[in-house]
């Protein structure tokens, strides 16, 4: 696979990042509509969602102070972290099913960092002009007009910013109460953290760093070429048919002058928004954004000439090869993916909205009452994840004329309450066979039989029958 670098590229090779500022020129075409769209509908979701309700509540909370975590209809607690990891490890599993069939999509259409710096570009092109009105006001000395338009795209910037770290601590305390709380300036010391926090790092991210974060910051590039294989798509230029490069008229001939279809306007470098020269080769600093496609599309068409002297690609398409698309590695991701994806679907649409932990004391290993019945004591802690209340009856079963002591046999929960209920076992020593016997404790709801969770235990006592 090709692997050049541009002059820009070798520049920027250092520890330190280049001081040349970019500055990406809009373009316009069948991947910068896409990638619009993405846009718009990712901003929408994050900035939308906290704002829904479910019930009497927001629809998606995280509510860290009473460990619930709210996602409309469903509540999740800690003990449900399965969940969240099971989400993570089908996420990366999708990210190399991706990379595997075309390469960096991720980065170009959806990652967070592409995603607001193309909001925050948008606001400084329709603030200070597109490319050469950004490079011309630039390079002018302070005075009145640059001091507004610069005042004026920062003003933006930092409300959008600061918009953006309301959200997201929206996200964690409810958005309404959050939006009361900030005009009366009595928000606690963590949320103000979090939205100056947050805010800045947007500002700071989507504003200034930008293709440093995407070249120096994120990991992702430096290992992306361990999941392409010649049968990924890349974007890559037709140096066959693009070289030699050269300018000339419109409607000549670029054979009479022994010059191939580029014709070096460098436009496919001033569109990239990490600056490299994709005519170099596929470099590292490549997100994929197809933003050079778009524009040496519109060339070709002004030209006259044919498309897709930029273009997606293969390895193997470029030597001639045949393609395949079913190759082992993407079935691996498919299959594990569905899999995954099912198993997890399935979980969740049978989770019980009940979880009973049972301790048992283990300060003695059981006593022996008045009566000569062996007792052991336990810590019974029920949570009730569902969002009313239930009555639960508790049973035990596994020794033969086992007796339970508890305050109640018929428990009341409330929606979301946790309770530690103390509880004894009391078994003549006569119906144990051995030392450790392993029991059950059921605890089921009186409303709903499907609402039920059974723990084993163990019951300790005498070594056997006396």
């Given at each position: ?26 373009v ?5 509509m ?17 704002w ?20 409309f ?20 599993f ?24 193309e ?21 002018m ?16 910037w930092l ?7 309301f959200t ?5 305390t ?44 994120c990991?992702y ?12 798509l890349i974007?890559?230029y037709?140096e ?7 300018s ?6 670029p054979?009479?002058?022994n ?9 496919c470098?001033?569109?990239c928004?990490?600056?490299i ?6 470099q590292?600093?490549?997100i ?9 599309d ?31 590695r993407?079935l691996?991701?498919?299959?594990s ?13 049978m ?9 048992r ?34 049973t035990?079963t596994?020794i ?15 929606a979301g309450?946790?309770?530690d209920?103390?509880?004894?076992l ?16 059921s ?8 609402i ?15």
């Amino acid at each position: 696979m090709a692997n050049r670098k541009s002059v820009k590229t070798d520049q920027a090779d250092t520890l330190i990042a280049s001081d040349t500022k970019i500055y990406p020129r809009a373009v316009h075409g069948l991947f910068a509509m896409w990638r619009s769209i993405g846009v718009l509908i990712l901003l929408g979701i994050y900035y939308i969602v906290p704002w829904l309700t479910w019930g009497e509540r927001q629809a998606v909370l995280f509510d860290l102070p009473n460990r619930k975590f709210h996602i409309f209809g469903l509540t999740f607690w800690p003990q449900d972290f399965f969940y969240f990891a099971v989400l993570l490890i089908i996420a990366a599993f999708a990210l190399f099913f991706f990379t595997a069939i075309a390469g960096r999509l991720w980065c170009g259409y959806a990652c967070p960092q592409t995603v607001w710096t193309e909001l925050f570009m948008w606001i400084a092109r329709k603030v200070e002009g597109d490319r050469p009105k950004q490079i011309k006001l630039d390079k002018m000395p302070w005075n009145a007009y640059k001091i507004r338009i610069k005042t004026t795209k920062h003003f933006l910037w930092l409300l959008l910013a600061a918009y953006t770290g309301f959200t997201f601590v929206g996200y964690f305390t409810p958005i309404d109460e959050l939006a009361s709380r900030i005009i009366e300036l009595s928000l606690g010391p963590w949320e103000w953290f979090w939205i100056i926090f947050y805010s800045f790092a947007t500002w700071g991210n989507a504003g200034f760093m930008r293709e440093q974060v995407c070249i120096y910051m994120c990991p992702y590039a430096r290992f992306q070429s361990v999941m392409f294989d010649n049968d990924t798509l890349i974007i890559s230029y037709d140096e066959e048919r693009g070289e030699p490069r050269g300018s000339r008229k419109r409607n000549e001939d670029p054979a009479t002058k022994n010059l191939g279809s580029c014709i070096d306007c460098t436009l496919c470098v001033q569109v990239c928004p990490t600056g490299i020269d994709i005519r170099d080769g596929l470099q590292y600093q490549c997100i994929a954004c197809s933003a050079c496609i778009d524009v040496c599309d519109d060339v070709m068409d002004k030209m006259g000439y044919e498309r897709g002297l930029i273009k997606y690609t293969t390895e193997n398409a470029r030597q001639g090869k045949s393609v395949s698309l079913f190759r082992p590695r993407i079935l691996v991701y498919a299959v594990s993916l569905i899999i995954m994806s099912l198993g997890l679907t399935t979980a969740i649409a049978m989770r019980v909205p009940l979880e009973v932990d049972i301790t048992r004391d283990r300060t003695r290993l059981f006593n022996e009452t008045d009566t000569g019945l062996i007792e052991n004591t336990y810590s019974l802690q029920i949570i009730n994840k569902d969002e009313s209340i239930h009555q639960y009856h508790i049973t035990a079963t596994g020794i033969d004329g086992m007796k339970m002591s508890i305050k109640s046999e018929t428990i009341e929960v409330a929606a979301g309450e946790v309770i530690d209920i103390p509880l004894r076992l009391q078994v003549d020593a006569y119906n144990l066979k051995k030392r450790s016997t392993e029991i059950m404790l059921s605890v089921v709801s009186i409303d709903n039989a499907d609402i039920r969770v059974s723990e084993a235990t163990r019951f300790l006592g005498p070594t056997g029958r006396r």
